[in-house]
């Protein structure tokens, strides 16, 4: 089996780590230079890969492992949110990365701890198991099933005091919308 190339290395997995580095930096440009320096190191090592599952669980730790140090490092100076400026936007994806809901999810996951933005970023959006995402971030199964037990209760809390903190009127145009609330049932009925 042939070695993977560089070039479609950073083709098939550079929007994917982005999207990992802007999670946890909050900022384009520097989640940008996270990922260049990933695949400059990947260049450097000389290592090469023929599967991309592989090529794909390495350079995602090793993008993690360079947002860890950016976030201990001084270079940090502030934190952006996601949907402030559009220079600061995720890269676009044909999985609905940027619907309004997933942005909102986005932000509240912004709010929790590094370990559990990880688990449920690769849990629910690019779908690894407990067992690959424990290989992925050098953790054992137990570990990564009880981050993603506790990423998701922490949450679900943020969301709901978000939505707690939505007007009386936005909130309901928002039980409607989901159609899957009574509030929104009950005023389809009432008309």
């Given at each position: ?8 290395l950073m ?6 780590l982005?999207?990992?580095a802007?999670?946890?930096t909050g ?14 190191k990947?260049l ?8 991309h ?9 090793a993008?993690v492992?360079r947002?860890?140090d950016?976030?201990?490092?001084a270079?940090r ?6 949907t402030?400026?559009?220079e600061?936007?995720l890269p676009?994806d044909?999985?609905g990365?940027q619907?309004?809901?997933t942005?909102?999810?986005l932000e509240a996951?912004?709010r ?12 629910y ?6 067992k690959?995402?424990?290989s992925?971030?050098r ?5 990564v099933?009880s981050?993603l037990?506790r ?5 679900k809390?943020?969301m ?25 049932k009950a ?5």
């Amino acid at each position: 089996m042939n070695p993977i190339s560089f070039e479609e290395l950073m083709t098939t997995h550079y929007n994917t780590l982005l999207r990992i580095a802007v999670q946890h930096t909050g900022n384009t440009a520097e989640a940008e230079d996270i990922v260049q320096d990933t695949f400059l190191k990947l260049l450097e090592s000389g290592k090469q890969f023929c599967d991309h599952g592989h090529a794909k669980a390495f350079l995602i730790r090793a993008a993690v492992n360079r947002c860890f140090d950016y976030l201990k490092s001084a270079r940090r100076k502030r934190n952006i949110s996601l949907t402030d400026a559009e220079e600061h936007t995720l890269p676009p994806d044909s999985g609905g990365f940027q619907s309004e809901e997933t942005l909102a999810v986005l932000e509240a996951m912004q709010r929790l701890r590094p370990e559990y933005r990880n688990v449920i970023y690769l849990y629910y959006y690019e779908e690894y198991s407990v067992k690959e995402i424990a290989s992925i971030l050098r953790r054992s199964s137990n570990t990564v099933s009880s981050w993603l037990t506790r990423a998701r209760k922490q949450l679900k809390e943020v969301m709901q005091d978000e939505q707690d903190d939505v007007p009386d009127s936005h909130a309901a145009d928002f039980h409607r919308k989901g159609g899957d609330s009574y509030e929104g049932k009950a005023d389809a009925g009432a008309v």
